[in-house]
């Protein structure tokens, strides 16, 4: 194993650490918080959605020395051809015409190398194709027909990502936009609310090579085009092999406007711990946002969590409101772990929602 003598003074002080420090809700800026679990390096997180990801990635990383972002990818492909989870890949929530319009992006530290997918059709695995345009081209990002001609080309299979469940969905929803159009009720009364859902996925191995990949189908019924933070590097995801990695998944209109992946891994050069720079990113996302997405009090209607990772194996993530979790594995096993938050979910004011006539 290629360890530097500092490296790891470093990881067994915090490991030491770890037996006298408890977890605080709300880390101070610089505090270097430990989560009350820390195992050290290697560790790999994501959002909840990825528990089945991160044990994956982290045994490829452990067992076979995988490389980091070939690790994630692998994690994430899970939900990515799983066509329950509806928020990415096969079996994503299409957009207003009933298409299925996929986001990725990747970082591999080492190499200082990135990819990008936007709107991209028929190809299940956007984060590979992400990896693909990183790997065999001279550009960071293809979107649309030009990214699905391409991902065709380096051999993807073409494949209908609207399985039945999501075109019910749509179709539900369709029935709900209003009460003039020609679409007759739809016989389920479910209520079909915008919804979104991503996976965003971070490692960082024993010698402190980090990577970082987030994929998505993106906030589900969007205008068709409509690309989110899952496809900008910096915003969905970002990864500097000397600082750390992070990502985000909900409102990505919210986070592209600070470039919340990037603006994370910043704050933890300038030495903030990951869980205080998550948190601190949230109250940046609340300050740069117009008021008709905020309540009376100036709380958010809409819902962002953010992941982070130290290169020294420190993480933590925060959510706008309480009750967020997110997926992590090291050396205690993959597990759930409580974001920190800003509000309590009982304060969260409703979501501009659009109102079902069923509802
Ligand atoms: N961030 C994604 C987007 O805006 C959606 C999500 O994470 O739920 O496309």
Redesign the pocket.
Known sequence: MNITRREFIGAGATAVATMTLSKPLFAVEGEQSLPATFAGRPVVIASANGIRGVAKAYDMITRENADTLDAIVAGVNIQELDPNDQ?VGLGGLPNEDGVVQL?ACCMHGPTKRAGAVAALEDVATASLVAKAVMDYTDHIMLVGAGAKKFALEMGFEEQNLLTEKSRQDWLKWKSCINNNDNWLDHSDPVKIKYS???INMNAVNATGDISSVVT?S??SWKIPGRV???AIIGA?QYCDNTVGAAG??????A?IKVCGAFFIVELMRQGVAPEAACLKTIERVIAMTEKRLLDYRGRPRFDLSFYALAKDGRFGGATAYSGGQFAVADASGPRLVESAYMFKMTERPASPAMVCRQA
């Not at 985000?248 to 209109?253: A, L």
């Open positions: 928020s986001d979104t859902g991503t998505t993106g906030i989110g933070d899952s969905g985000s998944t909900g409102r990505g209109e986070n």
